[in-house]
């Protein structure tokens, strides 16, 4: 949820998954301010790489990046946001621990043939079979394919 203003945004995901209706008035049990989460030096352990040493604290801007870890189908996995004098930006799930070796092999790809253009990253080869490997990538950190963008 977003501070904006005199009110508070409910993102239409959230909003769906708990059944609210828009206009539905909802009443606050406890209000916490959010802090940034602490971020510990990059690690391998086990042959699983920690994400969360790789989430900056600060956007380009300075803003504070912000993290919520929790559980989903006995995985670590991260939500990470900033939030902007509008209201919070858009969120990235991720998971927390991913196979290092994919992770090495995702940032070879993107140091060889991407495209690092401010918030993006565009992916420039013309092989298939090298899309095919860096989507798989993508969705073995638990990017979702709705935020994989390709053009034809």
Same mark, same amino acid.
């Given at each position: 949820?977003?501070?904006?203003a005199?009110? #508070?945004?409910i993102p ?5 998954? %708990?059944?609210i ?6 009443? %606050?049990l ?6 940034p989460?602490?971020?510990?030096p990059?690690?391998?352990?086990s042959?699983?790489?920690?994400? %969360? ?15 919520? $870890?929790? $559980?989903?189908?006995? $995985?670590?996995?991260l939500?990470?946001?900033?939030y ?8 990235? $799930? ?8 994919t ?6 790809q #993107?140091q060889a043939?991407?495209e ?6 565009a992916?420039?080869n ?5 899309h095919?490997?860096?989507? %798989?990538a993508?969705?073995q950190?638990?990017?979702?394919m ?7």
């Open positions: 949820m977003a501070l904006a005199d009110w #508070i945004t239409s995901k959230i909003r769906k998954d %708990l059944n209706k828009y206009g539905q008035s909802l009443s %606050l406890e209000f916490k301010r959010i802090k989460h602490s971020r510990n990059f690690r391998v352990d042959g699983k790489a920690d994400m %969360l040493s790789l989430v900056p604290t600060a956007s380009r801007k300075g803003r504070p990046i912000y993290v919520d $870890e929790y $559980e989903k189908a006995a $995985e670590s996995w939500r990470v946001w900033y902007h004098p509008r209201g919070a930006a858009r969120q990235i $799930e991720m998971k927390r621990y991913v196979n290092a070796s992770l090495g092999n995702l940032l070879g #993107i043939e991407g690092k253009n401010g918030s993006r990253v992916f420039k013309t092989s298939i079979s090298e095919t490997d860096f989507v %798989l993508l969705l950190l638990g990017i979702p709705d935020s994989i963008q390709g053009i034809y």
